[in-house]
């Protein structure tokens, strides 16, 4: 089965009306050597039913969150997403678009992104957001490199307490770009420790952390001041309907991954990288910017805007080479907020942090798992388990139809017996009560 | 046909040389502001910044087109044009009349590898 | 067009979650009260009506695939199949979360698995990660492969990238962000690789080369095989950018061309949509020797199983969390098993075919600077001519297709065409749609000549005419009061 419009005949005929008279003369220009003898060895062709059935089977030998309440999150959450978002994302007007070059008619584009620009900026409460990047790993990837720029300094300050998956994609990045990576230890009550950050390009912690914890941002962008380094922080967007924003912390630079504002946890994509900065760092941000303007007639409209920062620009002066900016993923998170209103994202951020606190009180109260840190969190913690293992833990939950938390031995070899717990506000009291027990039983 | 001024340096990458005692006053050429197009942003540079001839020193913005200015000359950057921060356009309305940053000249001999009006204009019709 | 913040009213809500059901904390007390921002954030307050209406209203203003005609060059935009989407959103694919246990995501993984082979047959390729998010994505990370791959046979001279003066403006941007020098070479006369251009570019520090082939002309690159010879020789390697493979697929690959490293881009090739600029995959292909340098997880079948594999030591390392953009590799998968190779061996021929019909039609009324009236899956064509006589810039005609229903070709792309017009069907297009078009861009000629000022005021019909983008650029405003 494809998708060829025409018959052969049809193609026979519009060819000879321009003088071909053989469609394989057209492939004429391919060298004798380079030509390829045989079809690649693929699958036969499947038709639509066949299809269904195939990759049906292939989902069914995966087991969903639907299908188990989850408790694992480690940077990606199981969050309820609105029947609404994907009613609006399969609008084929937005999900068939090209990249919005034409504005005269890609308003529609052009305003949901403005729109999310905006939603960003009074999250974070800075001043410019992008119109997103790939997904946080990147977007911190990319403040780096834009820290480094601006700072011309080539050293970074990492928290250890990062999203591993962040950490290693900085160490891909910096190894290229002769940039040194200095991470910063945790301390007890899971914070990170500061030091001196004079010869820092920045600092980037995040917020809450990977075990969850919040960190005290103010102290951290006060001593990275100190010493002109920039502040910045990787804040997970739905926690910014409580916890302080960013930007009156003191941080220069806000990024994080959208994915907890609507999207499906997708096997880890796509997801968007949000990134917001104090207006002094506008033209040295990476990735599409959407702007107000008016057309011909005086109308408000909108358009892409500080285009001399990009790639097709500069060539191979640009900071960046980003070329698209996840608009599909960005247009669910403006849904979401635009659903949620104000109300209702305190409720789905209050509710994640009230089930979170129940659970690790719950757990402590065994007597078999103990908090790691003392530090408060939000939606996710750390605890040690004093009885089984972890991974014990892990395949005692499985067998009762949930899924466990995160065994952070993976990335931190000095809490290999400590897992990480989330609870988003989907998880119910019933839930989190029989998940506590079977896990204080094994 | 651009402009061009006798009694200026200029250099291939279409930027000008005003000198006025030890110092010189660097801009881009008004066949480079046509080039670029419509202004939007202009950063002129920072002020005490050591320079050798050929470091790239302002960046010039245009809707469709971004562009470093590099100093022509060595020595050290003695003041920048801050009024073209908030209106880039001057340098579409009169490229030679607004400079963009000015240097304490190091070297005058680097001077003489420069152009001079008339053979800046020959350069500019071979690159067209 | 209001903005959302300009809709609804104070206290209005679209959606409820079931109250809270276990004992409440003060916020205060779990969060510690200087962690808490003073404020709720200032978002939308709407009904769930007010939200469809205004996100639906809004959809309408954009052209897209399913409404018209893309002959975009560079750009591939094909039909995208609609079971691609619905099979993308099986529970049992977007309810996963990435950390599960192997044991859990075997589905996931053996898809995964099932796509990467698929890949590395279509180009000819050893192994494929599939991590990269989008095509400049890939650029970047088939560049830090060549990095690492010289790094550790110690050949730390080899540090620029040569790329041709037609090349897309990611390319040189790719490789500067891995670390290289870019060094650009000008195309021949016919706007093709000028072997001499590129023998006096070759040197002790070339780390490789970036080609995308058929060129950004459209061209097929007649001396490949020599210039892959060429770079090889001189100790550098070849990269491939995929961005045009619609006009090579199952006629030849990247591996016989004599390429090291290839991207392909799922949303051009493998009809997986744009989504308005993203979400996108560029997959990265190698040969054997650069396997070992692919960024992690990969994955492997083994006793029965699927498994992630354990690091190279030798990887560039991560390129991206998890596993990539997991919801398009789906869809492009799919559409790799509807077509079969026979298939994919009919796109690329209806590809070319429709172009040489458009460029043949074309030709007359406006230059084909390049090419001897023939091309692969696209072709740019020049508007000089008009722009000289007639003062009707390539923008105008642009704006006047708008106005005809069309989202224009690229254009002033690639730099070495004056006031170039890229024009790139695809195989999705029906008889009748390639020649209205044809008719179109004939009537836009005819009008550049006998009412110019129509095309300078184009488009009058669209939800809003040209906009002032140096007012948006001087005095920026990026979000909403």
Same mark, same amino acid.
Do not use: W
């Given at each position: 089965m494809n998708y060829i419009p025409q018959t052969k005949e049809e193609q026979k005929e519009l060819l000879c009306s321009v003088g071909i008279e053989d469609v394989r003369e057209l492939f004429d220009c391919i060298p004798k050597k380079a030509r390829l003898k045989a079809l690649p060895d693929l699958k036969p062709?499947?038709?639509? =039913?066949?299809?269904?059935?195939?990759?049906?089977?292939?989902?069914?030998?995966?087991?969903?969150?639907?299908?188990? =309440?989850?408790?694992?999150?480690?940077?990606?959450?199981?969050?309820?997403?609105?029947?609404?978002?994907?009613?609006?994302?399969?609008?084929?007007?937005?999900?068939?678009?090209?990249?919005?070059?034409?504005?005269?008619?890609?308003?529609?584009?052009?305003?949901?992104?403005?729109?999310?620009?905006?939603?960003?900026?009074?999250?974070?409460?800075?001043?410019?957001?992008?119109?997103?990047?790939?997904?946080?790993?990147?977007?911190?990837?990319?403040?780096?490199?834009?820290?480094?720029?601006?700072?011309?300094?080539?050293?970074?300050?990492?928290?250890?307490?990062?999203? =591993?998956?962040?950490?290693?994609?900085?160490?891909?990045?910096?190894?290229?770009?002769?940039?040194?990576?200095?991470?910063? =230890?945790?301390?007890?009550?899971?914070?990170?420790?500061?030091?001196?950050?004079?010869?820092?390009?920045?600092?980037?912690?995040?917020?809450?952390?990977?075990?969850?914890?919040?960190?005290?941002?103010?102290?951290?962008?006060?001593?990275?001041?100190?010493?002109?380094?920039?502040?910045?922080?990787?804040?997970?967007?739905?926690?910014?309907?409580?916890?302080?924003?960013?930007?009156?912390?003191?941080?220069?630079?806000?990024?994080?991954?959208?994915?907890?504002?609507?999207?499906?946890?997708?096997?880890?994509?796509?997801?968007?990288?949000?990134?917001?900065?104090?207006?002094?760092?506008?033209?040295?941000?990476?990735?599409?910017?959407?702007?107000?303007?008016?057309?011909?007639?005086?109308?408000?409209?909108?358009?892409?805007?500080?285009?001399?920062?990009?790639?097709?620009?500069?060539?191979?002066?640009?900071?960046?080479?980003?070329?698209?900016?996840?608009?599909l993923c960005a247009l669910a998170n403006t849904v979401y907020l635009s659903l949620l209103g104000p109300e209702g994202l305190c409720d789905a951020a209050s509710q994640s942090a009230q089930k979170a606190a129940y659970l690790c009180d719950k757990l402590c109260k065994t007597g078999k798992f103990e908090k790691v840190f003392t530090g408060h969190f939000f939606r996710e913690f750390a605890v040690r388990c004093k009885g089984a293992s972890p991974a014990k833990l892990n395949s005692a939950a499985r067998k009762a139809g949930f899924v466990g938390g995160y065994e952070l031995k993976k990335s931190f070899p000095e809490l290999s017996d400590c897992l990480l717990l989330a609870v988003t506000e989907k998880r119910t009291r019933a839930e989190i009560d029989e998940f506590a027990e079977r896990m204080a039983r094994v | 046909m651009s402009k061009v001024i006798d009694g200026l340096y200029y250099s291939k990458e279409h930027e000008w040389v005003k000198v006025e005692g030890n110092e010189a006053l660097i801009g881009i050429t008004d066949y480079a502001q046509d080039a670029l197009g419509d202004l939007v942003y202009a950063d002129c540079g920072t002020v005490g910044a050591a320079v050798s001839a050929g470091d790239a020193v302002a960046v010039l913005e245009s809707v469709k087109a971004a562009s470093d200015v590099y100093s022509p000359v060595s020595g050290t950057v003695t003041r920048i044009n801050e009024e073209l921060s908030d209106a880039p356009e001057k340098i579409n309305a009169d490229a030679f009349g607004n400079f963009l940053f000015a240097v304490e000249l190091s070297d005058k001999s680097e001077l003489d590898t420069l152009m001079d009006a008339s053979a800046y204009e020959d350069f500019c019709k071979e690159e067209h | 067009m209001k903005l959302i913040f300009e809709e609804g009213a104070k206290g209005r809500r679209a959606y409820k979650i079931p109250p809270c059901d276990v004992p409440q904390k003060a916020l205060s007390a779990i969060l510690g009260k200087n962690n808490l921002r003073a404020d709720a954030p200032a978002l939308p307050e709407c009904s769930e009506v007010d939200v469809v209406r205004h996100f639906t209203n809004l959809s309408q203003l954009n052209f897209a695939l399913d409404t018209g005609f893309y002959p975009l060059g560079s750009c591939t935009m094909k039909y995208n199949p609609k079971i691609n989407e619905d099979l993308s959103r099986l529970a049992g694919f977007c309810e996963m979360h990435p950390l599960q246990s192997e044991e859990d995501s075997q589905g996931a993984m053996q898809l995964y698995y099932e796509l990467e082979r698929s890949l590395s047959a279509i180009f000819g390729m050893s192994r494929f990660t599939l991590l990269p998010a989008a095509g400049a994505h890939g650029e970047l990370c088939g560049m830090m492969i060549i990095a690492a791959y010289h790094r550790s046979r110690k050949d730390y001279a080899r540090k620029t990238i040569i790329v041709p003066d037609s090349s897309h403006g990611t390319n040189p941007a790719s490789a500067s962000i891995a670390g290289f020098t870019v060094k650009t070479i000008k195309s021949g006369p016919d706007g093709l690789l000028d072997l001499n251009a590129l023998k006096e570019a070759l040197g002790p520090d070339t780390a490789g080369m970036m080609l995308t082939n058929p060129s950004t002309l459209g061209l097929f690159e007649k001396d490949i095989m020599k210039a892959a010879d060429m770079v090889h020789k001189a100790g550098g390697l070849l990269y491939y950018d995929g961005a045009n493979s619609n006009a090579i697929l199952c006629k030849t690959t990247p591996s016989l061309m004599g390429f090291d490293v290839v991207h392909t881009n799922l949303h051009k090739t493998f009809s997986t949509p744009h989504g308005g600029g993203g979400p996108g995959s560029g997959p990265v292909g190698v040969v054997e020797k650069l396997v070992p340098f692919l960024p992690s997880p990969l994955i492997a079948y083994k006793n029965g199983k699927y498994v992630f594999e354990k690091e190279n030591k030798l990887s560039i390392g991560k390129m991206r969390s998890f596993f990539g953009n997991f919801g398009?590799?789906?869809?492009?998968?799919?559409?790799?098993?509807?077509?079969?190779?026979?298939?994919?061996?009919?796109?690329?021929?209806?590809?070319?075919?429709?172009?040489?019909?458009?460029?043949?039609?074309?030709?007359?009324?406006?230059?084909?600077?390049?090419?001897?009236?023939?091309?692969?899956?696209?072709?740019?064509?020049?508007?000089?001519?008009?722009?000289?006589?007639?003062?009707?810039?390539?923008?105008?005609?642009a704006k006047r297709l708008i106005e005809m229903g069309y989202h224009p070709p690229t254009i002033y792309f690639p730099l070495i065409v004056h006031e170039a017009i890229m024009i790139e069907p695809c195989e999705t297009e029906s008889v009748a749609t390639l020649k209205e078009f044809v008719d179109a861009m004939l009537t836009v000629a005819k009008e550049a000549k006998e009412c110019p000022e129509k095309l300078h005021a184009a488009p009058q019909n669209k939800p809003v005419t040209r906009l002032d983008e140096t007012l948006a650029a001087r005095t920026p405003v990026v979000k909403a009061q």
């Open positions: 062709a499947m038709t639509e =039913p066949e299809l269904i059935e195939y990759f049906g089977k292939l989902a069914s030998k995966n087991r969903p969150a639907g299908l188990c =309440p989850s408790f694992l999150g480690a940077g990606v959450y199981d969050h309820y997403v609105p029947a609404v978002i994907d009613h609006v994302l399969s609008r084929q007007e937005f999900y068939t678009a090209y990249t919005p070059y034409q504005p005269e008619i890609s308003q529609g584009t052009l305003t949901a992104i403005f729109e999310y620009q905006t939603m960003i900026c009074r999250l974070t409460g800075l001043d410019v957001s992008n119109a997103g990047l790939y997904d946080s790993a990147m977007a911190a990837a990319e403040t780096m490199l834009m820290a480094a720029g601006a700072t011309k300094r080539n050293k970074i300050y990492v928290a250890k307490s990062v999203n =591993p998956e962040l950490s290693k994609v900085l160490e891909t990045y910096a190894q290229f770009k002769e940039i040194k990576i200095e991470y910063l =230890p945790y301390g007890k009550d899971g914070k990170v420790k500061i030091r001196d950050f004079s010869d820092g390009a920045c600092v980037i912690v995040q917020s809450p952390n990977f075990f969850g914890v919040i960190e005290d941002i103010e102290k951290v962008s006060a001593k990275a001041h100190e010493g002109k380094a920039l502040s910045a922080v990787c804040a997970d967007p739905l926690s910014l309907a409580l916890l302080k924003t960013p930007g009156e912390a003191g941080a220069d630079i806000a990024f994080g991954e959208t994915q907890s504002l609507g999207l499906k946890m997708s096997f880890g994509g796509p997801y968007c990288g949000y990134m917001a900065v104090r207006e002094a760092l506008m033209r040295k941000m990476p990735g599409r910017i959407v702007g107000q303007t008016v057309d011909t007639e005086g109308r408000r409209a909108f358009v892409l805007t500080l285009q001399a920062r990009e790639q097709h620009i500069r060539r191979e002066k640009a900071t960046s080479n980003i070329c698209s900016n996840q608009a | - | 398009v590799l789906v869809k492009a998968y799919a559409y790799i098993l509807a077509n079969g190779a026979e298939g994919l061996d009919e796109v690329s021929t209806a590809a070319v075919a429709n172009a040489n019909y458009l460029c043949r039609r074309l030709s007359k009324a406006f230059t084909l600077p390049y090419g001897d009236n023939r091309c692969m899956h696209e072709f740019v064509l020049s508007g000089q001519e008009i722009k000289d006589k007639y003062g009707v810039s390539t923008l105008d005609m």
